[in-house]
């Protein structure tokens, strides 16, 4: 995954944990766990997992090792083949400054290298948007009063830097435009 394209693939199941645990608490974070697995180009994200209990206010995502083993265990008898492969987080609308899908330094702070970050930006929509994939990498669409876009991203190493990913999700999306 060194200077290619990440692409990584969300699965509805996925999508659904990300949106619903946004959309609940609008106006203030939500945060989660991906589970899924890695491929030779990027990620598949079959599951996301929200945390039930979070400091509401200024959340950030950090992986705790022990609720992911519990998370998988509880997985296991079920046949389901995941792996913890990241984390997500939600940015959203304060007042009229609209909310986007870019990682905030605190956000890089925390990201772990190697690991797949998902930011999903909630806002107030202005009109209704089917899902598409969109030239900028992001996936974006809307869904009741509210219009999400989603970013993700890798930290291949410690640090300030990281790569952008680009997302897919043949099964709901139409055509790219922006």
């Known amino acids: 995954m060194e200077d290619s394209v990440i692409e990584t693939y969300i699965k509805i199941p996925a999508l659904v944990a990300m949106v619903s645990s946004s ?7 939500t945060l989660g766990y991906l589970l899924g697995h890695r491929t030779e180009t990027g990620f598949v994200v079959e599951y996301a997992i929200p945390f039930q209990t ?13 609720r992911i083993d519990r998370i998988v265990r ?4 079920l046949h389901i083949d995941v792996k913890l492969i990241g984390a997500f987080h939600s940015h959203t609308q304060f ?15 925390n990201m772990v290298p190697g690991y797949l970050h998902l930011i999903v930006a909630v ?26 876009k989603i970013g ?27």
């Open 23 to 29: 959309v609940e608490v609008f106006h203030q974070e």
């Open 54 to 66: 979070v400091e509401r206010g200024y959340a950030h995502a950090t992986i705790n090792e022990a």
């Open 74 to 77: 509880m997985l296991e008898p």
């Open 95 to 109: 007042g009229e400054m609209r909310a986007d899908p870019i990682p905030s330094d605190t956000d890089l702070y």
């Open 123 to 148: 806002n107030h929509k202005k009109k209704d948007q089917p899902w598409k994939e969109n030239q900028d990498e992001t996936i974006s669409g809307t869904i009741d009063i509210y219009h999400l």
């Open 152 to 178: 993700g991203y890798v930290v291949p190493e410690p640090g300030w830097k990281y790569r952008k990913v680009k997302l897919r999700m043949p099964s709901l999306t139409v055509e790219k435009n922006d």
